[in-house]
């Protein structure tokens, strides 16, 4: 009995297979970009391929992210707070809260001790204190995005970056680095600055061991420690941080079938492209 | 006849059609903002009474040039109407001092959209017997003045009938409420808002008229799918335009209750019928249910805490409620300091909340999609 | 990880007097906590709420939280207050002022004493918190929502003001009724709190001294329209402690009567705040950047001095009939003429009373420009700058600006924007003086 | 001959691209446009070093040199500071003497000036923070649509249903347009939802400095043609755009230089 989560993300979409053991039978990433409809299709045959298996076998599909809503052969549209949660429920139980740094938007999200959700918060339209903003200021600075964590460890010093808004933090990366600030104090900076904006935007949940950190951000060391020094003690960090929310839809798909949900075979493969 | 769901429906869609076709027919049109601006004293002068809307699908294109845009979106959006004409039907503009930006919007109004009348009603801030009497003497200015402009007195018993005919509707509209009591609702909560917001630009007669076909109307029809969904109660300021509410159903709930400037805290508590009708509406109105009303403290902040927000607690337990978002037009400062302490209210009952601060923007409507559901999947 | 240290961002004062103003800004917390030691009663209160009379007169020590916000703003010691209040639920846009204050008390009460480094000693605990209508909407909500982290009586009061369309012979009455009445309430409520009746004497007693200090202090800026000019807004920024936060005390008296002297030197001899003045500018209204006060001296480096402001100057001194033989009725009286002194020019002139205030200080100042500072998250000090600047446009055609940021805090503001600005204002001065 | 020729530069230096323009008696000689980078110093030193290549220059023949926009104060080199809307102003009225307001439409800010039949600046106003008024904004869209700078205009002209955007934040604009995608919108009706957006705040600024016609747009901004189009409709007016938009603050620059006037 296997079962499909697809999680579309603003920049790359993740699926993953799992049999009813909830054991990995494949997951696959890939970018999300404008066409996302007709890449959401792309990626899960790609999965399908590996796993070795058609649609049809699948016992249940579930969709989250972002994207989950325009995705035809889907059985259920889940948020992908909820599928966090399950897919951290799974891998690290002792978890009470996870941080999920994404590209568009970060979500502090609490588990109760059933690794249920119990509180949930989201960046309110601001983009500092997510991926983008980090992002944006790589290109500013002329710098490779999965470089920052590395460059960041390497400051002394971090300057403060205190605008919030992306596009005027530009600014004052810009006439930092003309008064003589060094790129890694900056970076460094910029991590502080986006953990701090995390880390209290988490703080009016409770914060309570452990800690996860998921989604791109986690994957960035500089920020992670930077988070580690706002939470005051080591936090988790997943295996695939970028598969957890796709592995919790799938994992929620078993759910739906043990609570007898019946999947809408309707499914549909039309390739739904954007330009067309 | 069409029926009345879909003539209240046309009304929604275009609030100011039959204001306008009344304007024609030669009554005056006066139009205010709030809730503190008595419907009965309008009408007891034989004008129509017109609550000010803006347009939360409508950018706000022209505003900016006459308002700073850190003031609260929707009466930005509402002077945003009056610069492109869409107010000029009004005879009158009466605003209340209900918050700093009204007040301040009064005078910006008044010196670039001028209407043949306008006033200002200073609304104490403060709650308690010496409030009531200037509010009670604000209301009397209000009324001179409005003597003063038509050439006519004010009939005291002109005034009495129009305290009884409101009540009516208040009457009304709370039996229509009452629809949502049982599970499933006899009716969304999208649906509600639309017959509330219809009734703000006609006079309450026709208002009544119509929502009394309603409701046996909604009475007649086979009941919603059963499934169970989740009952929420909504907490805010201004939400003249269903799509919130709409979003709010369509992820897999039911809107039964709320505590809106748009909602029952513009008609839930009747007007006490007193030998001089003002002193009755003064009470009645000073006492509305609004962030920007301070109730005095009472001992403990427990008991305060109840003290202020007891009737929102018998509107959770009438109404069954499983969980209460609030949405708060950015830039409202009472809201956003009054919010967190009813959440601690509503958190203390083991009611879970949901608190969105967002744009008065329909088109921003659909990012809050994530918040909503992960919101009812959480708590359903 | 260690921050690297901040730039100056304080301003550099023309006065002397101005200078001393930090001493009477650290007494107040000062003796807040002193008071709190002695078990004196110490309350958390708003300036310029028409009451600062009384709060003196009954012996209760006043804790003024907005100035500490602003204090903390001024020592870059805003953030963890700030985050702190959001963390809580408070929206980013609601008043810095109440979020500094906010996040203070949830972190004092989190901590169980005056978190580490506050400036100034931070504040005390109070005994009772006592807001009010007068000025913005936040005054009195604040305090409620304090109840969260302090759970002391807490009362506020309404102070009202009519439109300035109302017919003033019509509402006169009723509105002066009210406000006695909102302060016979508050003094009850008081006496309740300390036990002890208001003296009227003492009130009187302190009436006297913050009307001479007021009266001082209005002498000193009409001697302000003296080119070059004596004495910058940035001071205006500092020494309006004493008006408003000594109201009722004999230091505030003594320390407009020192500045007195000193500008009326600095006039006579025709010392100027800067030695070429080119530009006089006019600070139209909205609170003062408290993080950023050196923007000031950036503006001098152009020879432009800030000549007056409108901030912070809420009122003229007006004459209250002798008729009246009661201190609580006269500071309702006195509070009513504050409120409507410019209505009348008003309703001859722009129909704007803040307007007429302006032309006014642009004609007797000799102003070659106006700026206006919106603060993000002040709807009261910021909404209606652009209608002002609209109507003042009908009668003048000197340049006008609005610098956009936030009187705390510094997320909402931008150096390079401001600078671009500022350069193109001055340039814009310059073409008309070459013109 | 050179020896009896006068030469002028104006530097621009702005967060996403540094301009130089060459003049002599006003006459554009030579114009260059680098990315800003990291080192702005570098760039600038750069960008000028190449206005004068192409002219057959060196440093020595210059008689001023002029440096504006936000990074003016890194310049590298001795100049003069002047803010750039005193300088967009002036090169608006050297290319379009008939102009009385002026639009600059710049990777980060929108700047809006109302000047004299002199080219001075009577009244400006400047996009705010977080505002939909920038170039910034519409890169980012592009961005996420595949679409090359170059192919915005021309593909938003093509719309027949434009989307109606709410948000003001550039970044925040990008999860609206996923969302847009998502619900099945056209590339082109989403630029031309942004183009709206931004000629509304454009406008909503070009109203507070009360327009007057001629109305000119330069600036990066000048280069997209649907967004010329809908800050036209959207202040119902026509507008005027410069040759090559992007350096004609640089060009204002080089004038002042030239004119030395007293600012």
Redesign the interface.
Known sequence: MPFAGIDIG?TMTKAIIVDHEEQILASVIGP???E??HLALKVMDEALQKAGLAMEGLDFIVATG??R??VPFADKQ?????CHARGIRALLPTVRIIIDIGG??SKGIKLDTEG?????V?N????AG?G??LE?IAE???VKLDQLGKISLT??????I???????A???V??R??EG?S?P?IV?GLH?AIA?RVV??V??LGMEKDVVVTGGGAMNIGLVRAIE?KVGFPVLIPPEPLLTGALGAALAGHDFVRRGVTPDHGRRRER?T??Q | MKPASIQLDELYVQRDKHAKELRDSGKKVIGYFCCFVPDEIITAFDMVPYRIQGSQNKAIDQADAYIEPMACPFVRSCFNKALKGEYDFLDGFVAPHSCDTVERMYNIWCQNKPAPFNHLINVPHMMGPSSEKFYRQELDYFVKSLENWTGHNLDTGKLRDAVRLYNERRAVLRALYDLRKSDPPLLSGTEITAVLVAGMGIPAAKHIELVKQFIDEVKGRPLPQTQKLPRIFIWGNELDDIAFINLVEECGAWVVMDDLCTGTRFFWEDVPETADPLDGIATRYLYTHCPRSNVPQTKTRAGDLGNRYSYINDFIKEWVVNGAIFYIVRYCDTCELEGPDLREYLNGMGLPVLMIEDDYSTSTIGQLRTRVQAFLEMIG | MEQKEQTKTTAVKGTDMARKVRGLVKNIYRSAHEAKAQGKKVAYMMVSSQYDEIIRAMDVVPIPTENYAGLCAAKREMDRFLLKAEADGYSQVLCSYARIGLGFDSLRKELGGIPEGAPDGGMPTPDMMLGSSAVCDPRYKWFQAAGRYLDVPTYSIDVVWPPVDADLKAVRDHYIQYQKEQFQGLISFMEQQTGKKLNKERLWETIRLSDEAWRLWYEIDRMRVAIPSPMPAQDHFSVMVAGYYYPGMQEAVDFYQSLYDEVKYKVENKIGVIPNEKYRILYGGGLPPWHTLWIFNYFESFGAVFAIERQYRAYDPVEVPSSVKDPVEFLAWRSFLRATQFYEKARANSGNPTVERLLGMIDRYAIDGVVFHACRSCRATTIGQVHYKNILGRYTDIPMMQLVSDMVDLRDYSEAQWKAQIGAFIETLAGRSAR | MKDYIKYYAGVDIGSVSIKAALVSNRRLIAAELVASGASYKDAAQKVLYSVLVQAGLDAESLSGVVVTGLGSESAPFPARQISDISCQAMGCHYLFPSARTVINIGGQFTKVAKITPQGRVVDFLMSEKCVAGSGRFLQVIARILHVTLENIGPLSLQSREPVEFSTNCAVFAESETISRIAEGARAEDILAGVHRAMAIKVAMLVKGVKMEPDVVLMGGGGEDAGLVLAIGEALGTRILVPEQPRVSTAYGAACLAELDLAL
């Open positions: 603003s999300t970009g404008a996302h409809r972002y994207g809503i325009s889940i948020t992908e707070i909820t568009q938007d249920k959700v119990a509180n949930f989201m309110d339209k601001c983009a997510t983008r903003f944006v500013t600075l002329g400051a002394e010093a971090y300057v403060q205190s605008n919030t808004c992306t596009v005027f530009e600014h004052e810009t006439s680095l003309a600030a790129i104090e460094a502080e701090g209290n935007m703080r009016h020094n739904v954007f330009f």
